[in-house]
C-alpha cells in the first residue's frame, strides 16, 4: 500500500503563487502516474493535472498555462507549481498515484488551498 502525503497549501491572495508537493512511500514510485485533483465546498472532486512515469502531462482547461506539473523522482515526490492564482482555485488539493503494473492506487489526505483578498 502506497502512502501518500501532501504539503504547501495555505492562505494566497489572488495573483499569488503556492507550490504543492506530494511525497509516496515505496520503491515503486518511478513507475507511477501521479496526478492531482481538487474539491471545492460542495463541488464533486476534480482532475487538475497529471504526469506519466515517463513525464508526458495533462492538464484541464481551468489551469492550463497557470500551473505546472512535475516530477523528482530522486525524492518520491511530485509537485504542482501554481501561479496566477484565482479565488475559484480555492478547494482541497488531493494527490493521486496509480501503478498499472500492480493494478494499485491510493489517494493522499488533502492540502487546502485557498485564493483570497
Known amino acids: 500500500q502506497v502512502h501518500l502525503v501532501e504539503l504547501g497549501g495555505g492562505l494566497v491572495q489572488p495573483g499569488g503563487s503556492l507550490r504543492l508537493s506530494c511525497a509516496a512511500s515505496?520503491?515503486?514510485?518511478?513507475?507511477?502516474?501521479m496526478e492531482w485533483y481538487r474539491q471545492a465546498p460542495g463541488k464533486q472532486r476534480d482532475f487538475v493535472a497529471s504526469?506519466?512515469?515517463?513525464?508526458?502531462?495533462n492538464y484541464s482547461d481551468s489551469v492550463k498555462g497557470r500551473f505546472t506539473i512535475f516530477r523528482a523522482n530522486d525524492k518520491n515526490t511530485v509537485y504542482l507549481e501554481m501561479n496566477s492564482l484565482k479565488p475559484e482555485d480555492t478547494a482541497v488539493y488531493y494527490c493521486?498515484?496509480?501503478?498499472?503494473?500492480?493494478?494499485?492506487?491510493?489517494w493522499g489526505q488533502g492540502t487546502q488551498v485557498t485564493v483570497s483578498s
Open positions: 493521486y498515484a496509480r501503478d498499472y503494473i500492480m493494478g494499485m492506487d491510493a
Open positions: 515505496g520503491s515503486r514510485f518511478n513507475s507511477y502516474a
Open positions: 504526469i506519466t512515469s515517463r513525464g508526458s502531462t
